[in-house]
């Protein structure tokens, strides 16, 4: 090589590209130039050193133009490699030309190519459901070999080269608003089998689509939904597509129905949540409805009323000036160069009992305020149409407008429409109590606050579960409905998964359940975010020894529902754990999350302790400590529960999870093992403060009915209790749990 480098004869390119081909590809030649720089003819031998990726070169795939070329001083020669796709197996192939001078000097050359199948182009067209070029968002997905090529079409077409064989060509083609080119819906289309050997066009035609329908038993409007499919050839990697949508915009889905499809798995896949409508607004005085949408994060109403509207101009204040707003509800134009925030706390300051913004421009019109804050007055939007229409209306004289809100239960509706097979012909459904678990839902939040929750449908081979939230008041109950799959066979086997937001500002923090199987017709009810808001119990931890390792994973926070659970999240949020053996410290971590550790074979008593403080983002348990005491030995069989005792509080709260003050309050309290089973208790303690821990007063404690306790303790006229429970079973368990702010009380 250091002679090389030395030389005054060098190869131009000193890299060469072949390219990519196949076999019916024609063979590829490229050339050489060795450039001698010297003042003496010089005279090179040629030799060629091939090597393949998954295989030796066949002779022949490589070949040279010469064996010997004179180079002329200060001068060139020219000499061309070929390669011979048709020859050999698929893969990289390498070959090196050494050229080497009388002299001993040598010139190395590189000389690369790939041999693949052939590609062919493959050319996507989209027409949306006006008949115009349309954008989409599309897979192309090859059933054989797993490869996947996303395509986003632009003005209506894509081309893409791939290589021959079996593909799905499937994605979602977008609907625009004429004036506004905003997406308004998406029309899942395409063909799951199509074998390409040569060039070909696939369209992909929303005009063709059937809209995707779920009759509720009460009126509802859609809040969501996902759509998609999920498409795998035996023994083959997999593809499951789906999108995700959540706007007041997008209040349609359609399909193109397919053929069975009969090569592999297919399965048409739709998710829906649906509400009872937030606002229902009509013109009191003459017929006519007037479809507002609720402003994303701001105030809702609830009940009914009737406002007088009124024209706010812009909200600025030459507009507001001398304008009488008050108890009345104020209609905005949209003013593009502030946030809807602004306008609506202007007219709010003014006196607005409630405000619609009209959209400046033509088109669909939906609008946001901040989630944090929200708003102090119902605010709803209104598209540029409508809003003329209102306005001639309130210049022809008073106009009053009636206003529907939030009335009796509110009702949501999970839904799950999983077809096998094909995209049905017709893709119409109905939730009925037939095909329908029912559960009554209790959130439990301080009177004010806002709180998010989310839910979707679980496959058995699901691998990933997108989660779209929907933020509502609190506290509120609601009936909330569930598909359980009895119409199709593709959802058997279907699980909700469901979780709550405690947090406003802070959508890391969450509160979750465990997967639910619902029996068609099932009545269930369930309480979430209830105190007291220690660690999760025995449904939601694992505790157990295998063999001389200890094994645990303990969430850090839980509500009064059983299986419920929370892990902290944020940098604010602090734990430690520490575990114990005869007194001796084994371990400490920041948390118990799959935490495991040897532990020796013989009988010894162990303790874990669990220590926790977080902000007053949930403004109860801001601090615990939690210490179980227990025996473990090598268990016979491979694997065992630890003894871990759990307290179980039934804590007779309201829906602000408040105690009234100034009066004698009672609570039950139990325990569990791990396991589940219930312990000997041998002696129970309680005691109480009501100021965050300084100070400890003990609390009455009777044995109750079954194996229950009744806890009596004078609440304080105001503020927070904080609890402290010890006891011990027969075999030498313990628990002591220290709750701060365990229950507000008012």
Known sequence: MPKALDATVYSSPAVVSMGKSSAESAPVTKTVNYVNTSAADTTLSLRLFTVGETAPPMDGTFALSDTIVTVPANSTRSVTVTYHPELGAMGDYTAVITATATDGTAVHTTVGAT?????VDLTVNTIDRHGEPASGELAVFNLDTGAFNQVYPDNGTKAVAVPQGRYSVMGL?????RASSQVTD???????????????????????????????????????????????????????????VSSPLWDHAYVVPTKPVELGMFEFHFQQRRYSPVIQASYA???GALPLEQVMYAARLYGTSTLQAVDAGMARPEDLTGKDLGGKLAVVTRDATRKSIDLITAVADAGAKAVVIV???????????????????????????EGVGLRGRMADGPTRIDLKGITGVPQVYNIAMMVPGEIPANPVDAVIAENSAVVKSHYRSTKGTMIGDAASAVRPSDALVTLVPDFFDAPTDRQEWYSTGSNWPATEGLRWLHMVLPDRADTSHTMKDALHSYRAGERRTKTWLAAANGPAGPQSTQAVREGDNISLTVPEMSDSQPGHYSQFSGDADKATARIYQDGKLLKEVPRLSLTTLPVSPDPATYRVTLDTSRPAWFPLSTKTSTAWTFKSSRPASDKESLALLWPKYGLDLDAENTARGGRTGHFDLGFALQTGTTPDIRGVEVTMSTDDGDTWHPAKVKSAKGDSYRVTLRNPDSGYVSLRVKTCDANGSKIEQTLIRAYAVR
């Open 285 to 287: 005085e003459k017929e």
């Open 359 to 385: 959209n400046d421009r033509p088109g669909p019109f939906a609008t946001i305020v901040p989630r944090v804050t929200g708003t102090a007055i119902p605010a709803w939007s209104l598209t540029q149409d």
């Open 115 to 119: 041999k693949d199948v052939p590609t």
């Open 173 to 177: 083609v977008h609907t625009r608003d």
């Open 186 to 244: 998406y029309t899942l289309a395409g063909e799951p089998v199509v074998e390409l050997k040569a060039d070909r066009t696939i369209t992909l035609d929303a005009r063709l689509g059937k809209e995707v329908k779920v009759a509720t038993p009460e009126k509802s409007e859609q809040s969501s939904f996902k759509l998609g499919y999920r498409q795998q050839l035996p023994g083959k990697i997999g593809m499951d597509f789906l999108k995700a």
